[in-house]
């Protein structure tokens, strides 16, 4: 962190010839509760100590100049809708500008360099870092805070949607935003009610796995579920599949395509799965935690279809190591499996997974404690 906000400084002074203001967001985990988020159901996160970071000060002009330090790129745009930036890595903070004007609130032109540790296409939600980065920044900067931190994921969705091409739920951007040290949040995603709940295992841990196989978004399978789940709440009569249960869909089953029926049953059986957990952690039972853990990943990848061998694989080794629970988190398609392990189990099953996997796909994969942080903040 001091490391990429000294380089991030120098940088930004090199380029604009005087200092900015630093903030940061964060990525996120999912401890259960996946693609719920836009079906109205739970979701299970918490922010992590991999962040966004931006240097950033108003410019006195109407003019955006960006500086992606990461990818050795720069970018100059207006503040109107036809001023539509062409690097896909832009529209995020055009997309934020635009969207923060759109809700009625002010965004001037400014000066920015920003960078991360985000690992990227890993599952671990480096956008949402991005867009909430600035989302907070531009409402500190020219709002004086008055944008509420729930609507600054909303922000952020929108983005999502008009300006990247992808239809996601709220989850990301709310954990970026929201995300407190320690804990993690259930969020309620239809009435946007949300508990944190205190996460500190003693005898356990969470380990991302990051496959390092990367997955696209917007190429749309992501959206292509979400028409999925719409159709079968249309055919129900429902606004979101929130209200859905089996007896329901089962219903319906000769009207709509097997497809269909695989994802709406993922989506039901979720939902339960998220509050079960909710009562496990109160209760201290983290291996009915990781049961459920098991239980998604294989929804995820039979039912759902948006897992792919490598991580099906790196399931099955967690479970031959007696892992508590394993399952891909985040959108799918690659990234990262999050891990329940126990303290005693996590060096060897580290090692295995790692030697293991590298045997058979000729890479290795990367590992990453999770330390569960504070999400959108200002650094001084
Ligand atoms: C992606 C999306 F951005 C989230 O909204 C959520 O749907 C997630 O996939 C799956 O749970 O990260």
């Excluded at 992606?68 to 720069?74: I, V």
């Excluded at 690097?87 to 001037?108: D, H, L, N, S």
């Excluded at 395509?257 to 039972?285: H, M, N």
């Amino acid at each position: 962190m001091t490391t990429l906000k000294s380089e991030l400084g120098r940088r930004f002074t090199e380029r604009f010839g005087h200092p900015g203001t630093f903030y940061a967001s964060a990525g996120r985990i999912n401890l259960i509760g996946e693609h719920t988020d836009y079906n109205g159901g739970f979701v299970f996160p918490g922010a992590i100590d991999k962040v966004i970071m931006a240097d950033i000060a108003p410019n006195g002009t109407d003019r955006v100049n960006v500086v992606a330090m990461d990818l050795g790129e720069e970018t100059s745009f207006g503040l109107e809708e036809k001023d539509l930036p062409a690097q896909p890595w832009a529209r995020y903070v055009f997309g934020v500008c635009r969207e923060i004007i759109k809700a009625g609130g002010k965004v001037k032109g400014f000066d920015a360099v920003f960078a991360g540790n985000v690992p990227l296409g890993a599952g671990l939600s480096s956008s949402a870092a991005l867009e909430s980065c600035f989302a907070f920044a531009l409402n500190d900067l020219f709002n004086s805070n008055t944008i509420e931190g729930f609507r600054l994921a909303l922000i952020g969705q929108a983005t999502e949607h008009n300006y990247c091409g992808v239809n996601c739920g709220i989850m990301d951007q709310f954990a970026s935003v929201m995300g407190r040290r320690g804990q993690l949040i259930r969020l309620d995603c239809r009435s946007m009610e949300y508990e944190y709940f205190p996460f500190d295992p003693k005898d356990y841990e969470l380990v991302l796995i990051d496959s390092r196989v990367k997955h696209e978004l917007a190429d749309s399978p992501y959206n292509r579920r979400r028409e999925s789940c719409e159709r079968v709440a249309a055919r129900l009569g429902l606004d979101t599949l929130r209200d859905a249960t089996m007896e329901m869909l089962d219903g319906i089953r000769s009207d709509i395509s097997d497809e269909d029926y695989r994802r709406a049953r993922y989506v039901i059986g979720e939902k339960e799965r998220v509050l079960a957990v909710g009562e496990a952690l109160q209760r201290g039972d983290y291996e009915e935690v990781g049961r459920r853990m098991y239980a998604t990943h294989r929804g995820l990848s039979e039912d759902y279809e948006v897992s792919c061998d490598e991580l099906d694989f790196l399931v099955d080794l967690a479970r031959q190591c007696g892992v508590s629970g394993s399952r891909i988190m985040g959108g799918g398609f690659g990234g990262c499996t999050i891990n329940l392990v126990r303290r005693d189990l996590r060096d060897r099953f580290i090692a295995t997974a790692t030697g293991r996997f590298e045997e058979r796909y000729g890479h290795r994969p990367a590992i990453y404690p999770v330390v569960i942080s504070d999400g959108a903040r200002r650094l001084d």
